[in-house]
């Protein structure tokens, strides 16, 4: 295993506490949907949070791959660290999405395509944390949760094309989409200030779990490497004068 | 060691010749899809033409989650030992996987039979649910590629074997889709064809991902 002392950059964070003033000042001054009202600010947050999902589970993939191709260790805490950001953001996706969905559609939770589809992402990616956490072996983790990260990421694009493949209650993509982009200016220029205000959440949390896993693994090794009673306390080594 | 396909026979044969004596899928997967089957109208009512119209979806939902029971038998277990053993015998991981597959195959087909007719038969449909050879052997195959390739990444680990149909159920997905719709098609009299290739898609990649991923995996222990 590679041993570094390093420590992750303070660089990411003080970026993520401007462009969070920013996208947190922006999304407060930008003015109501003529439809929605109000209730479109939750926009800037549930927009970049499936975003980052999104931009996670694919991190999840490349990483995996990587790993599969280098065998080095590193890839495999990276791609970890991605799943487990991409997992919290997926939740707060959803969670924002029916906090959203109550009022304007009455209901918390609608049999849509892109919900339903969401949903099982998100379980699929706890099935990958969970995988990670039936063996010690370091090796075995990474080569099975690796298969598991590549095979996984199929769910991404059936997600984001759901709303194209059926008719959805769920609105069809606003931003990317051959037509152009369908949205007013300044709402425009606000979900981008929060597009890279989380992006930058990313980036500072990626380092951090990256810093975090290489520190639990280098834990699991020093705790198996600890010299300890060959045969358990109730044996021990004889001595040449005859004592215990 | 013989070739690939030989070596494929061999341990889809052994696979097989281990579950008649252990009997897991006839004896308990099996029977329990069915009751599964007659457990739903006590819970959801008994409305003959309701059932009439859910009966094919409840069918496939039954098959994808009561099918991983097939991959994760007691019969297939992928222990350490018999990797290493299969490993020294100079058996290609590959023919392994392709092998276990086409053993959980084929008791997947019984599955699909047993418990499709007890549906036809409890939720009176038509018999359209068992005359779509193509949904049924698709849907089989890819779900037996899926729960043996799950079964293989979390095999040798804790809660291994708890924790296969969390990893099968939400990746089987295309294939519900897929059979759902496609039976959907067929009753309506309306081309089924683009469901169908759904399903080939996903049977194929699981195929080639499972392959792929046999070598590394046996290395893991």
Redesign the interface.
Known sequence: MTTRTSRSPRWPWVLLAISAAVAVTAAMVVGPDAVQGQLSRILYVHVPSAWLAFTAFGVTMLMSAMY?WKRDLAWDRRAHASAEIGVVFTGLAIGLGMIWAKPTWGVWWTWDARLT?TA??F??Y??YL??R???D?L??RA??AA??G???V??VP?VHFSVVWWRTLHQPPTLIKPEGIDMDASMFVTLMVSLAAFTTAYVAMMYKRVELARLEDELLVAERSTDGPVAGAAVSTPSIDGGA | MTGFWAQVAVIARTELVRERRAGQVLWITIPFGAIAILLVPIAIGTDAPMLRRIGPGLFWMVVMLFGVLVAVRRSSLDTLPVRDQLALAGVDPAAAYVGRAAAAFVLLLAFEVVVGLAAVLVYDLGSGLLIAPATLLLAAAGLALLGT?AAS??S?????SA?VP??V???S??LLIGATQAHEAFELGRSSLGWVLMMVVTTV?LAI?GVL?AG??Q???
């Open positions: 599969l589809l099982i992402m379980f699929v706890l099935g969970a995988l956490r039936t063996t072996d090796e075995a080569k099975r298969i598991l590549v095979l996984a199929v769910q059936l | 390739l990444i979390v040798a680990g804790r809660d291994g924790l969390l990893l159920a939400p990746l997905v295309p990649v991902a991923s590394p995996l290395e893991t222990g």
